[in-house]
């Protein structure tokens, strides 16, 4: 599904490297999570596959089912089945949650050659999923997440998710800012979508995050590179030990 392979990402303002030399696969129907300190460079990886401004990609390649991804725009990226869910979910005033979502679908049906979907049957559809997700309907008349808590804000996420219905799924420290709580709603809606042939990506400082969402495998990254690979057990590892030992093991 999602195939990484050798890829050198630099930052463009200081012509900075920050990845330097990912190899991933994620397999259909398998959750991959990415752990490491801050500044190793796993929220810049997630950028650089949604097409975000301001890096520069000079060797490697990355592809979703055969596409090459880096050749397309962030649009394009979206509409091959590539969702990034935020760390910072943004607001935007003026805009419901109900024409959001309607437009983006019809977007990236226009955009795969299909036809747009009425209103009858959005409102249907729409319906369905926050129910699915345990969101309020009153949710969808709202501007999108504008006074929304942290937790709202995730969850309007996760709802976008489940609507567009992406191949590859990518969350960039989904769970921060979250309290207990509302890390627990958001990833019983992640879970909610796992099935046979969707890909995570989740990317993650806490062990506390895969408690809910259990990973498939899990990947240390420091310093741009994934310095190493295990089961769920290796976050668990990290909770305890922290990153010292595997920052000396490369060193």
Do not use: W
């Amino acid at each position: 599904m999602l195939e990484i392979s050798n890829l050198h990402v630099m930052l463009e303002e200081e012509e900075k490297p920050i990845l330097k030399g990912v190899d991933l696969t994620v397999e259909p129907g398998s959750v991959h999570a990415i752990m490491g300190p801050n500044g190793s460079g796993k929220s810049t990886l997630s950028y650089v596959l949604a097409g975000r401004e301001g890096y520069r990609v000079t060797e490697g390649s990355a592809r979703l089912d055969g596409i090459d991804l880096l050749a397309l725009e962030p649009e394009e990226r979206a509409a091959a089945g590539l969702f990034l869910a935020f760390q910072y979910p943004v607001e935007i005033p003026g805009v419901t949650n109900m024409v959001f979502l309607r437009t983006a679908l019809n977007a990236q049906r226009k955009a795969r050659g299909e036809p747009e979907m009425s209103a009858p049957d959005f409102m249907r559809l729409v319906r369905q999923k926050a129910g699915m997700l345990n969101i309020d309907a009153e949710m969808l008349k709202r501007a999108i997440n504008v006074g929304f808590s942290g937790g709202e804000k995730k969850r309007n996420e996760i709802l976008q998710m489940a609507l567009l219905e992406p191949r590859m799924c990518i969350l960039d420290e989904t769970d921060s800012g979250l309290d207990v709580d509302a890390m627990r709603l958001v990833a019983e809606g992640v879970n909610a979508l796992r099935d046979g042939a969707r890909g995570f990506l989740v990317i993650t400082h806490y062990q506390r995050l895969l408690d809910h969402i259990r990973p498939d495998v899990v990947h240390i990254m420091v310093d741009g590179r994934l310095a190493k690979t295990g089961g769920a057990e290796l976050a668990l590892e990290v909770e305890k030990n922290g990153y010292a030992d595997i920052v000396a093991e490369i060193a």
